[in-house]
Antibody
Framework: QVQLQESGPRLVKPSETLSLTCSVS?????????WSWVRQSPEKRLEWIGD???????YYNPSLKSRLTISLDRSRNQFSLKLGSVTAADTAVYFC???????????????WGQGTQVTVSS | DIQMTQSPSSLSASVGDRVTITCRAS??????LNWYQHKPGKAPTLLIY???TLQSGVPSRFSGSGSGTDFTLTISNLQVEDFATYYC????????FGQGTRVEI
């Protein structure tokens, strides 16, 4: 059973870069899966942020694409999120997740981390 | 973008009740629809994928149906541990979630 755990700063200043890491245990990120980030706003809305494949291919939410980088660190079995030029609107709980069948339209998030609260404030 | 609209936004129910949550897509999404359960402070869990397939380990009191634009999640014989927020999510084009349905006592 794969397990995921988010880590990173809980407070980020406006205009700076939000950086989070997801540590994966119980499976290798280099197998056939895709890996994703999702966030939950203070109003409890879920928003898909983006994915990275086991081979490093990325797929981003168009609304965030210009500020977003998702990448793999195979040596540490981790993947990461970098979101630049943050504002208060980026305040959310950030979840990492495993995306099954990422290459296909039939895909779903089958394992999630517990999430980490990130607040954007000066 | 495909918009997902759930109804109701919240509902009150009792143990043993049958609960139905609906999810409507702004355009047809075939059966590319998934359902998740989320409790505060916990990791969300996958309940149903491709509209009606029960995820391994999920109790059989959970069921999903629908195709095209209209989908339903049904919880029969509601249990205490089922009080949570439920989200639908489409994977037909990009990935978007419904706004959530809170099931409370």
């Amino acid at each position: 059973q794969v397990q995921l755990q988010e880590s990173g700063p809980r407070l980020v200043k406006p205009s700076e870069t939000l950086s989070l890491t997801c540590s994966v245990s119980g499976g290798s990120i280099s197998n056939s899966n895709w890996w994703s980030w999702v966030r939950q706003s203070p109003e409890k809305r879920l928003e898909w942020i983006g994915d990275v494949s086991h081979g490093g291919t990325t797929y981003y939410n168009p609304s965030l694409k210009s500020r977003l980088t998702i990448s793999l660190d195979r040596s540490r079995n981790q993947f990461s999120l970098k979101l630049g030029s943050v504002t208060a609107a980026d305040t959310a709980v950030y979840f990492c997740a495993r995306l099954l069948n990422g290459r296909h339209m039939e895909n779903w998030f089958d394992s999630w981390g517990q999430g980490t609260q990130v607040t954007v404030s000066s | 973008d495909i918009q997902m609209t759930q109804s109701p936004s919240s509902l009150s129910a009792s143990v043993g009740d049958r609960v139905t949550i609906t999810c409507r897509a702004s355009q047809t999404i075939s059966n590319y629809l998934n359902w998740y359960q989320h409790k505060p402070g916990k990791a969300p869990t996958l309940l149903i994928y491709t509209a009606s397939t029960l995820q391994s380990g999920v109790p059989s009191r959970f069921s999903g149906s629908g195709s095209g634009t209209d989908f339903t999640l049904t919880i029969s014989n509601l249990q205490v541990e089922d009080f949570a927020t439920y989200y639908c999510q489409q994977s037909y084009s990009s990935r978007t979630f419904g706004q959530g349905t809170r099931v409370e006592i």
